[in-house]
């Protein structure tokens, strides 16, 4: 038994996203209904053109007529799926292995979240009946955890990692400010990101990821068809998911310096894709940024930097819009808030803009060209310890 | 020969300095401390703590003796139509075949428990936990206060001794009704202060002349006196009326009166410095409860005490613990009782504990019994079903580690997430033997805590909902009687 790669078997043609930002105007049903019609424009497909449909949302309703219903889709198999902060990647999973087993010519996957009616600070479950000993900690506080064993693990000076850490906040929001589809849109200062209120350990405000309502889009049909739609498509060359057993919470040995479950699918992912040098055959990276420690450490995970140096990457600028690996050059969730079901196809979002050559100026990256025609986009939910990771690979051309 | 075979006791681990009500209050207060609950300690919780070391302590056997009955007594029951005795006996992982019952509500009860069961027999386990409040100024507030205590009552038993016999145990009953508080109400409310001791005098030198008789001593005997009395006045001028000469502390000026686990408190208090003493077998101490009658116990201490109180560690003994605790605000003790009502996080509180899930992981939430996986020593918290590599299903062994100690190895400190009294310490703390919890902290300021501390398990209540109390386990640091104290100022983090 093993992982199958379905390299170059399945083709993104479409793709939209709505901007991501507090929508006190729209419902959930306004944006799947936006993003869906974003998607379609352009491609001269209805939404009964359109053969299945995988609706990502973790709590915005449940089953597929949560989607089957704002869009009237009529005698369509409609699938609601969630998994955790990968929700979205989690629809555009399940899209394009449908596609690849041939059940399907055209299917969309769809992630909607509309986190901003609930009235509270930050992200919150759905609780589940139990029986009241499970943990109720945030996941600012969860991944808090990660800094000071990085720290102490690879002898870095808490100043320094501080420092990366703005920088993390500062690239991602300076990147962030040239997206019109970005929640925020202003530069920060690292002083201003090291002295903002403190959240849970050493993480400030600056350092979490913010809190918005989105939704995106995908088309997805078979590779050998995707000429029949206008433009340059995405061809899948990896997919990988891992939902972990939880068991780094109760492993002694587990120190909270990285994400275990990050690094099996980078493996899986590479291994799919034939990539050896991820930061040398990758064109950018689309991370999960849903805390500047967590950027740090992925950089690690995801073979982007040595063990140890990321902190010292990143502050050299290798991650910034113009340096080797641009790493979230939309701006990523620091930048977008995380509408758990959307962000993994708004990364995607990005891939699609960039390796198209559709970014704005001001945001296009100078990476992609000859030999480097592929993204990467990195979506986890979860906490360090007992998390699901999501890494998919997408590249102009076919191997 | 019959007695008490062991004991234990909770104070929590704040102090409210009662020059702090007035200013805020307007008045009341007046000198000294009394002990305060946690946000997350309720009567049970504390009843539970001592309970646990009672019955830890009482014994050479490395397995808890397990006694044939089990008496809560509070005057502030967590529940009411359903026994709270019953988490009690979960907490401590008691084996099912015994009776655990209430009794309840007034202080008296936690004393008749004990006087049934010292003429009873077999082995009868009393724990009482209270926390005593009033309104902001009351002398009932400044007075008061919270804590538990626990009794272990048997015959003699070579692996269980007698620590000190009982000689005589008597009672006087007449309705005075000098204090009372309907049911539901947040605060009692009290007669005249000297109406209680004019009413109540007759009673306790009645009861306190027939015990002396039983007994065979006179008053000038009596090596120690304990005297737990509705209030610290009331209890000093009936110990003048007894003719003892010897009078234990009240704690009062430490504690406070608290309530039911009064008198077990005190009484446990004097065995300790008896035991600790140069002569200390052989001495002759009686309990006086008065409140809605009298109520005497005459023990004389045995050979045995001082190995139990030894056993005990000073850590654990009443001064011991008195010496141990950190300052509270008075906010922040409002709040905690609910007099002053916080602005909460604004996250979602949490919703109320599943009865059936709860029912089904009772071992787990109530006793922290996780599993060890007897193939390779790995240790589940929460147990688990199946071997961490997948492999073997229902091979687990039982691992309880409500009494192991363990390591901070990271925490963190969390200002967002929802909490009673935010913010929520956490730490992954690795238990000494194996495994591994990420488990909150408590009984500590956040600057308290650091990767190494070395910490121990305590029962307790996360929160409420639609008023079904959440129990479960916090970790705390373990402190030395010597601990530096951590102040909790208004405001500012606890």
Redesign the interface.
């Given at each position: 038994m093993a992982t199958h790669s379905l390299r170059d078997r399945v083709a993104i043609v479409a793709m939209g996203c709505t901007p991501f930002v507090e929508h006190w105007d729209k419902g959930l049903d306004d944006l799947a209904v936006d993003a869906v019609s974003d998607c379609l424009e352009g491609t001269g497909l209805t939404t009964a053109d359109i053969d299945a449909y995988w609706l990502g949302t973790a709590q915005g309703g449940m089953s597929g007529i949560t989607l089957a219903r704002p869009l009237q889709l009529v005698d369509k198999p409609v699938t609601r799926v969630e998994n955790y902060c990968a929700t979205g990647s989690e629809a555009l999973r399940q899209a394009v292995y449908a596609v690849a087993a041939g059940a399907y010519d055209v299917a969309m996957a769809v992630g909607v979240e509309k986190v901003k009616d609930?009235?509270?600070?930050?992200l919150?479950a759905v609780?589940v009946?139990?029986?009241?000993?499970q943990?109720?900690?945030?996941a600012?506080?969860?991944f808090?955890?990660v800094a000071?064993?990085y720290a102490?693990r690879y002898g870095v000076d808490p100043a320094e990692l501080r420092a990366a850490m703005a920088r993390v906040a500062t690239k991602n929001h300076a990147n962030g400010a040239r997206n019109p589809r970005a929640q925020f849109r202003r530069e920060v200062s690292a002083e201003q990101v090291c002295n903002a209120p403190?959240?849970?350990?050493d993480l400030g405000v600056y350092d979490c990821a913010g809190v918005a309502d989105g939704a995106a889009a995908a088309i997805v049909c078979r590779a050998e068809d995707a000429h029949r739609f206008a433009g340059t498509p995405l061809f899948v060359k990896a997919l990988s998911f891992i939902a972990g057993?939880g068991?780094g919470?109760?492993?002694?040995t587990?120190d909270?310096t990285t994400f275990p479950e990050v690094a099996a699918t980078a493996r899986d992912a590479y291994a799919q894709a034939d990539i050896t040098d991820p930061a040398g055959q990758l064109a950018m990276a689309e991370v999960h940024d849903c805390f500047t420690i967590t950027e740090l450490v992925l950089a690690e995970d995801l073979g982007f930097s040595a063990r140890g140096t990321a902190w010292r990457d990143l502050l050299d600028g290798r991650f910034d819009l113009d340096g080797d690996l641009p790493v979230n050059p939309d701006g990523g969730l620091k930048s977008f808030g995380h509408p758990v079901g959307a962000s993994g196809l708004r990364m995607l979002f990005e891939a699609w803009l960039q390796l198209r050559g559709e970014a704005p100026p001001e945001r296009q990256i100078a990476t992609v060209g000859p030999g480097r025609t592929r993204a990467l986009t990195h979506n986890l939910g979860g906490y360090p310890?007992e998390m699901v990771s999501f890494v998919s690979i997408v590249g102009t051309e076919t191997d | 020969m019959r007695g008490i075979t062991s004991w234990g006791t909770c104070l929590p681990h704040w102090r409210l300095d009662r020059t702090a009500i007035a200013p805020v209050a307007g008045g009341g207060g007046g000198r000294g401390t009394r002990a305060v609950a946690g946000f997350d300690q309720d009567a049970v919780c504390l009843a539970v703590e001592a309970a646990r070391i009672a019955l830890a302590s009482g014994t050479s056997t490395p397995q808890p003796r397990q006694p044939d009955a089990l008496l809560f007594a509070t005057t502030a029951p967590p529940l009411a139509d359903h026994t709270n005795a019953t988490v009690v006996h979960a907490a401590c992982g008691l084996a099912p075949d015994l009776t655990a019952v209430d009794l309840g509500s007034s202080v008296r009860s936690a004393v008749g428990g004990l006087v049934v069961a010292l003429r009873g027999s077999g082995a009868t386990l009393v724990a009482a936990g209270d926390v005593r409040g009033g309104r902001a100024g009351s002398a009932e507030e400044a007075g008061g206060g919270d804590a538990g205590a626990a009794i272990v009552v048997a015959d003699d038993d070579p692996s269980s001794p007698v620590v000190a016999e009982v000689l005589a145990t008597a009672s006087a009953t007449a309705e005075v009704l000098d204090r009372w508080r309907v049911p539901g109400e947040p605060h009692s409310r009290t007669w005249d202060e000297r109406f209680t001791e004019v009413a109540l005098r007759p009673l306790v030198l009645d009861a306190w002349e027939r015990a002396l008789a039983t007994a065979g001593v006179t008053p000038d005997a009596v090596d120690l006196l304990v005297v737990d009395a509705p209030t610290a006045r009331a209890g000093a001028a009936l110990a003048r009326a007894t003719g003892a000469t010897r009078v234990a502390d009240d704690l009062a000026a430490t504690v406070g009166v608290s309530g039911a686990a009064h008198a077990m408190l005190s009484l446990a208090n004097a065995l300790e410095d008896l035991g600790a003493g140069d002569d200390p077998a052989g001495r002759v101490v009686a309990l006086v409860h008065a409140g809605d009658g009298a109520d005497v116990v005459v023990l004389r201490t045995t050979a045995a005490l001082p190995g139990h109180v030894a056993a005990l560690g000073a850590g654990r003994t009443v001064v011991g613990q008195v010496a141990a605790g950190a300052p509270v605000a008075y906010g922040r003790y409002l709040s905690w009782r609910g007099v002053l009502d916080v602005e909460p996080p604004r996250r979602p509180e949490p919703q109320r504990v599943s009865s059936p899930a709860a029912w089904r992981a009772a071992p787990w939430k109530y006793a922290f019994v996780g599993s060890r996986d007897p193939d390779t020593g790995r240790v589940h918290l929460p147990p688990s079903r199946v071997s961490a590599d997948g492999l073997r299903t229902d091979t687990m062994e039982p691992a309880p580690l409500a009494s192991a100690t363990g390591t901070v190895a990271t925490f963190t400190v969390d200002r967002v997430a929802y909490s009673p009294s935010p913010p929520i310490i956490f730490a992954v703390v690795d238990f000494d033997g194996g495994g591994r919890f990420p488990v909150e902290l408590c009984d500590l300021a956040p600057d308290e805590v650091a990767i190494g501390t070395r910490v121990e398990l305590t029962f307790r209540r996360l929160h409420a909902a639609d008023g079904v109390p959440n129990y479960f386990w916090k970790a705390r640091p373990v402190r030395g009687a010597t601990a530096p104290d951590a102040s909790v100022p208004d405001g500012e983090d606890a």
């Open positions: 609930s009235g509270y600070q930050g919150n609780p009946p139990g029986d009241g000993t943990r109720t900690l945030t600012a506080a969860m808090s955890m000071p064993a102490r403190v959240v849970a350990g057993n068991g919470l109760g492993d002694p587990y909270y310890g | -």
